[in-house]
Nanobody, 113 residues
Framework: QVQLVESGGGLVQAGGSLRLSCVAS????????MGWYRQAPGKQRELVAR???????NYADSVKGRFTISRDNAKNTVYLQMSSLTPEDTAVYYC???????WGQGTQVTVSS
């Protein structure tokens, strides 16, 4: 079973930036598309960015132009570069391969106004 470990979250002021990382165990990371998801208090988990095995990317409208997803298959790692953060981006952020694997603990992102 693949294990996912997210990191890089924290407290940042509105307009700031953060870079999240997610490391997957095992040797099958490169075979799957990866996504970053977030869950705000009282809300359902939502997909914010996705990257295919070939590097094609898709973004939720709410983050388009502000977030960038990338992956390094040699390091079994997917990244989420977030900029121009707003309080509405406050959530726990998770990575996963379209929900195929067990969810990690996530990383908390808090944006203050």
């Amino acid at each position: 079973q693949v294990q996912l470990v997210e990191s890089g979250g924290g407290l940042v002021q509105a307009g700031g930036s953060l870079r999240l990382s997610c490391v997957a165990s095992g040797s099958i990371f490169s075979l799957y598309p990866m996504g970053w998801y977030r869950q705000a208090p009282g809300k359902q988990r939502e997909l914010v960015a996705r990257i295919s095995t070939g590097g094609s990317t898709n973004y939720a409208d709410s983050v388009k132009g502000r977030f960038t997803i990338s992956r390094d298959n040699a390091k079994n790692t997917v990244y989420l570069q977030m900029s121009s953060l707003t309080p509405e981006d406050t959530a726990v952020y998770y990575c996963n391969a379209d929900g195929r694997w067990a969810w990690g603990q996530g990383t908390q992102v808090t944006v203050s106004s």
